[in-house]
């Protein structure tokens, strides 16, 4: 069993969104990978899995601990659409990591343990952006 599993828990979410199929397909920015946004439609995904908490479970220096974390993908569209385009792909996103979701590994198990939050949309420098916050978490 692997005591950091960070890799592999990158590895696990970014495999679940690569499978998230849209018709027409929809280009996915992956973090430290050079993209080029689409001109038309200028639609794409932004992928983001952070870290956040490690924590004890147990008083023992060998004993599991919990890793706790967030998948952010953030829709990017345009702007003069309206936001409910882009609701309805957060929307297909967020159900595609729906609590309960299981992503497993030989050393990981993990679980998005709370229904994915979708933001309101804001502008940001001539785009639309939505982001589905995923909340998920390991013991190892």
Do not use: C
Request: proline share 10%.
């Amino acid at each position: 069993m692997s005591a950091r599993p960070e890799a592999t828990i990158v590895d696990l979410l970014s495999a679940k969104l690569a499978a998230l199929v849209f018709s027409p397909a929809i280009p996915i920015a992956w973090p430290h990978v050079p993209f080029t946004p689409p001109a038309s439609p200028r639609l794409w995904l932004e992928a983001w899995p952070m870290f956040n908490t490690t924590g004890n479970l147990f008083l023992g220096n060998g004993d599991p601990s919990l890793h706790l974390g967030i998948m952010q993908v953030t829709v990017v569209s345009p702007l003069g659409e309206g936001a409910t385009p882009a609701l309805g792909i957060a929307e297909q996103v967020a159900a595609h990591f729906a609590k309960g979701t299981r992503l497993q590994s030989e050393d990981v198990d993990l679980r998005i343990y709370e229904k994915p939050s979708i933001s309101t949309p804001f502008k940001d420098e001539g785009d639309l952006r939505t982001a589905v916050s995923i909340r998920w978490r390991v013991v190892i």
